[in-house]
């Protein structure tokens, strides 16, 4: 992959935006069909750069991390939906072959869907504003659903404007990592992704257990997945 | 006047975007009033003062789970309709958003949503291709998510003020009750595949049992200690491409 090769055109980068758009607003205001988790909004990503399986590699990780931080009550939880078609569209822009330039994908996808959070609390406080006061709204139930409708669409804004602002120098960082190659130091950095995904697995677990009993089953589970992996079957 | 049908379906589509003006002074208020609209329109037709009366009362503070906020749509409709006197609607507002909250979140945040995710990560990592396994996730959660809704909003304008009783210990709380061993023999495995995949990647193949029995003490250890947890593996991914970039600048 060079850089003659990468192409990332206004006609991409607006599609991108659109679906960023969309994918922001899934999440909280409309629909919820969940289009939003990871291993959808990473294989978007990846299919408009025509590899989603790349993407969808880049979502199974994201995933797993995000899986530890269900929106229980007032937790916080990363906004996934631009987050993942940013890193999964990165990963497949840059070839989807490169090692160096999934484990740097990532990070920008795990980093994006935190600032994604902060932007979701900016938007709620807007909110506050926009649905007030109400005796004005409860008067005139027209103007009601008119800002209702307003806060729909600065959700899928807020998508939308991180997707525009992260797109591309995400693309070129993880394009830039392309040219890096294995290294005997390099080959630890497989471990420490396997032991995140192990710390996050176990952190997930927790999330849908009720209490702590049952931890066992993990085990149980992880087993089964090695059995397959030794039996061939994957 | 009763609502119609057409009424009732305005309604119930208007609750997809419940949360859209979620706010920490009204939190999902508003949007329990904008779905609820289409019914006191129809209730109050011809009476401005009943119906801004009644969507002010729809406006205060309330929150519940997304889907299950459906059901209390329907529910406040159904009281409104029947005229009942706004203290016990504040007082069924109140009894109901506690269960409303917990069933939903444990239910479908806590068990659906995850065991539809990992079935599909699990269809991918056997491979089905990408395509098809996010068609998979998305039809096998939005069947439940449709049912979930709609089961809501029936159950709501039906039961009215009995709502309440029909959450505590029902179906809903029990199924999530039954479902987290599958959800967490799921989460091991597939964990363990996804592994093995990015191994795959790096070329090279899951055969360390040092690597395996490492990975099993920490994801134990984060289960008991998830906050820890998570942060730990939060840093392994940062740390993860600094390894990669800085053996590949050493060489």
Known sequence: MSWSELYLGPGTW????????????DSVSWPQVMVSRPIVSATIGGWLFGNP?????????????????????AAKYPDTGPAGLVAGAAYAASGGQAVGALLVSLVIG????????????????????????????????????????IAIWLDALRGGVLVAAFLVPSVLAVTLAVGTGPSALGRNAFIALALGLAASAGAAARSSAFGVRGWPLILVGAGLGLLLVLGGLT | ????????????????????????????????????????????AGDPVQLRESVERSMRPFNGHPYLCAMAV???????????????????R????????????????GQWRPICVLISMFAFLMGAGPGWSVALFLVLYNGGHFAVRTWAYAVGWEAGLGVGRLLKGGWLERWAGRMWPVNMMLTGTVALLVVDALVRVAGASLESEALIGVGAVVALAAFRFPRQGGRVAAVLLVVAPVLWVLGALVG
């Open chain 1, 110 to 149: 795990w980093g994006l869907g935190w600032v994604g959070t902060v932007t979701i609390y900016v938007r709620r406080r807007l909110n506050e504003r926009i649905m007030s006061p109400d005796a004005d709204l409860a008067a005139d139930p027209g103007l009601l659903e008119q800002r209702h409708r």
């Open chain 2, 94 to 109: 109140n009894a109901v958003r506690g269960p409303l909250g917990t069933v939903g979140d444990r239910a479908v945040w």
């Open chain 1, 14 to 25: 607006i599609l991108a935006v659109l679906a960023g758009a969309g994918l922001g607003m």
């Open chain 2, 74 to 92: 329907a529910a406040l409709g159904r009281l409104e309709q029947e005229e009942a006197d706004p203290e016990t609607v504040e007082k069924f």
């Open chain 1, 53 to 73: 399986a790349a993407g969808m590699l880049v979502g199974l990780v994201l995933e797993i991390y995000a899986l530890q931080h269900p929106p229980f009550g």
């Open chain 2, 1 to 44: 006047m009763k609502p119609l049908r057409s009424d009732h379906v305005a309604a119930w589509s208007r609750t997809f975007a419940v949360q859209a003006s979620w706010n920490y002074r009204t939190l999902v208020g508003a949007g329990i009033a904008y779905a609820m609209l289409p019914l006191l329109r129809r209730i109050y």
